[in-house]
């Protein structure tokens, strides 16, 4: 596409993001018969979700939405669940490759279902879907503002490499990935502790989505203090480079325990991975110790098989990042109050004494995974968190439309993916959210 400074430009529907979210929605409305135009703002496509593990999962029976998280928005949850296996069996029949269903229970805490795919693959089939239609994709090209006429989202004002250009189009869908590279919004909208934590996610999801659907009165979903990401080793590289990001991820924590400098637990680590990354988030420094046995280590190196084997512990210690390997419980303590970390050896004690006695008495409590730490060596590593995306994004309805304060529907203008809000505290999927809901809104926008 070419611009100058007095062009418009007209499509059925204009896409801002070219992640997982928005080339889906684009790739299926393009294959409903729509002409699209898809802005990034970064110099190519795919988002975060070229940085993600590649596996799509959510719930794996109906109804567990609200018994899992009370909190939650059921109508969106029931919604993903629901078209889950529509969508995923869509982008088969476009091409891409995909392994068979496995159940990763022991990884979420709850029934969820799988299905690996080859995310870069698929982006790259969702592109030639949209270009073969005659659609456009551009990169390196920034949204200024939406246009708005009589109430209706219209179009936007795009800056590109070589100019300005007025976009009409009859839908506008929000795709940009959230705003967790943005500190100041994760200040605002997430809380203090939130502000510039280590960044696991692309660097150019920062907040484009809210800052265009606020200008156009729409307000964020209520309140939720939580946001999805890992405990990484500490201190992270700097940079935190993507191939950093598996390998230095937490996945194992709900196994763990986590202490804080005076050797106290103070979250039920058996939760969820994500949770305990939000606690730590609180935590003087935003660092704990995360102490386990070598029975959690050989789960950790064997546990995701089938699309990796990464001993975590020894590349930390490699990297020369803070952590503790000993023969003894008595060895580790000395060697976690090294790194400023006191009354390790009696908390484990503690531990292993409240599983034998009365575990449901536990404080805080062990809801899951209540083996003792007795297998040597012993491991303790000093953990911080890191942010993929928050769950508090913009209001939408079933469909993606994006509501303003009163609840409303706000006419010709979508959200898709991190810059809806779906979650409240349990996290059921991050790249079913655009399979499914991008395929809605791409069906809502030929409506």
Not at 263 to 273: A, K, L, M, Q, W
């Amino acid at each position: 596409m070419t611009y100058d400074t007095e062009a418009t430009f007209e499509t059925d529907v204009l896409v801002i993001g070219a992640g997982m979210a928005g080339l889906t929605t684009a790739a299926r409305a393009a294959e409903l018969g729509q002409s699209v135009l898809v802005v990034e703002k970064a110099p190519d496509f795919g988002g975060s979700a070229v940085l993600s593990g590649g596996g799509l999962w959510t719930l794996a029976e109906p109804g567990l939405a609200r018994q899992i998280d009370p909190q939650c928005n059921e109508a969106l949850c029931e919604t993903l669940q629901g078209g889950f296996t529509e969508a995923v069996d869509w982008a088969e029949r476009l091409g891409a490759q995909l392994l068979p269903w496995v159940r990763i229970d022991a990884v979420q805490g709850f029934p969820a279902i799988c299905r690996p795919i080859d995310i870069l693959g698929y982006l790259r089939l969702c592109m030639a879907t949209i270009t073969d239609a005659g659609g456009w994709v551009i990169t390196d090209s920034t949204v200024e503002r939406l246009l708005v006429d009589g109430g209706r989202v219209c179009g936007a004002m795009v800056d590109g490499a070589d100019g300005r250009v007025r976009v009409l189009a009859r839908k506008v869908v929000l795709a940009t990935g959230g705003y967790q590279a943005n500190a100041a919004l994760c200040d605002e909208l997430i809380g203090p502790f939130a502000r510039g934590l280590v960044l696991r996610s692309n660097p150019f999801s920062d907040g484009g989505g809210m800052r265009l659907a606020r200008g156009c009165g729409a307000e964020p979903a209520p309140w939720t203090d939580r946001f999805y990401g890992h405990l990484v080793a500490s201190p992270p590289p700097d940079p935190f480079l993507p191939a950093d990001f598996l390998r230095f991820a937490q996945i194992a924590s709900p196994r763990t325990i986590l202490l804080d400098r005076a050797g106290r637990r103070f979250v039920d680590e058996s939760r969820n991975y994500y949770g305990n990354a939000s606690a730590v988030s609180r935590q003087d420094g935003r660092t704990a110790l995360l102490v386990c046995d070598d029975a959690v280590r050989q789960y950790d190196m064997t546990a995701y098989a089938a699309t990796e084997s990464i001993d975590r512990f020894g590349e930390a210690a490699r990297a020369g990042m803070r952590v503790v390997r000993a023969d003894t419980i008595e060895a580790l303590g000395a060697g976690a109050a090294n790194l400023g970390y006191h009354g390790v050896e009696a908390a484990i004690a503690a531990y292993n004494r409240e599983l034998a006695g009365e575990p449901l008495a536990m404080q805080p409590p062990r809801a899951a995974n209540r083996q003792p730490l007795a297998m040597a060596p012993f491991w303790a590593m000093e953990v911080t968190p890191a942010i993929t995306f928050p769950f508090r994004g913009l209001a939408t309805d079933p469909d993606g439309r994006v509501l303003d304060g009163t609840g409303q529907a706000i006419p010709g203008l979508h959200a898709v993916g991190a810059d809806a809000s779906f979650y409240r505290s349990t996290y059921f999927g991050g790249l079913a959210l655009g399979l499914v809901f991008g395929q809605r809104v791409a069906a809502a926008a030929l409506a």
